[in-house]
Structures are given as structure tokens and as C-alpha cells.
């Protein structure tokens, strides 16, 4: 299979939401902002840009709230688990959350925007502690 026809899946943490990407993905961009640090809960938000034709729902009944700013800025949810979901802001490109999608997406953070209101707390220290899953006490 090649990279244009390969089909990737994406969940919210529920399931009730499911979608694919179609075709290769170019590269993920980290957003800093204060608005992607709210909505996720933390340093925000890891998200890559999908044409519209290449996206496509696979839940026949989409279970999801959109919440908007006054200014416009607006994000979306699953209404069971709260999950963000991938929306259109232009008509052109969907938005897709990268930690959505079940499976390898053969690329890497290539882009961080809004540096400037980054956290100070949004970087690794040296010797910062890794592990295969959930730290022994
Ligand atoms: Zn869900
Ligand atoms: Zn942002």
C-alpha cells in the first residue's frame, strides 16, 4: 500500500467518535497558546492539517458540543468523554488532534507555535525521569 492511499483511524477516548485520514501525513505542529493549554490540560495542543476530502467521519451520529469564544476561537468535544474532536475552521482543512489516532503516523512535531506564551514549565528537565508506564512508588 502506498503512502497517498493508506487510511489512518482515529478515536475519542469513548469510541462513540471515529474517523480516518486518508493519504500521508506531512507533519504534526505543537500549539503553546493559553487557549490549547485549557482545553488539553497541558503544554497544548499537538494537531496536523487535513484537506477536507481527505477526512472523513465514520460514526453515522457524531456525538459532539462545540464551545466558542466571544472572539471566535472555538473547539470541540466528544459529549460522552469529553475528548477534543477534529474540526473545520475554514472548509478546507480539518484540524486533527494527533493523540487521537490509533495508529503510527510515520512523522514528527515539525512546527511549535505561540512559543511566546509557552508555560515555564513546558520543557523536560535534564534529568527528568522516563518510564515504560505508570511510576513505581
Ligand atoms: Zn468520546
Ligand atoms: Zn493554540
Redesign the pocket.
Known amino acids: 500500500m502506498n503512502s497517498e492511499s493508506q487510511r489512518r483511524c482515529g478515536t475519542c477516548l469513548c469510541g462513540e467518535n471515529r474517523f480516518e485520514v486518508a493519504g500521508h501525513i506531512k507533519g504534526i505542529g505543537q500549539?503553546?497558546?493559553?487557549?490549547?493549554?485549557k482545553?488539553s490540560g497541558t503544554g497544548?495542543?499537538a494537531v496536523f492539517l487535513v484537506p477536507v476530502p481527505r477526512f472523513r467521519w465514520l460514526s453515522e451520529d457524531v456525538k459532539r458540543k462545540q464551545f466558542q469564544l466571544q472572539s471566535g476561537w472555538r473547539t470541540c468535544r466528544c459529549t460522552e468523554c469529553g475528548s477534543p474532536l477534529p474540526e473545520s475552521h475554514d472548509g478546507k482543512r480539518f484540524w486533527v488532534q494527533a493523540g487521537l489516532m490509533d495508529e503510527p503516523l510515520n512523522t514528527k512535531i515539525k512546527t511549535h507555535?505561540?512559543c511566546g506564551s509557552r508555560a515555564d514549565w513546558d520543557q523536560e528537565a535534564n534529568d527528568a525521569r522516563h518510564f515504560d508506564e505508570m511510576m513505581l512508588s
Open positions: 500549539c503553546h497558546c493559553s487557549k490549547c493549554r482545553v497544548g495542543n507555535i505561540f
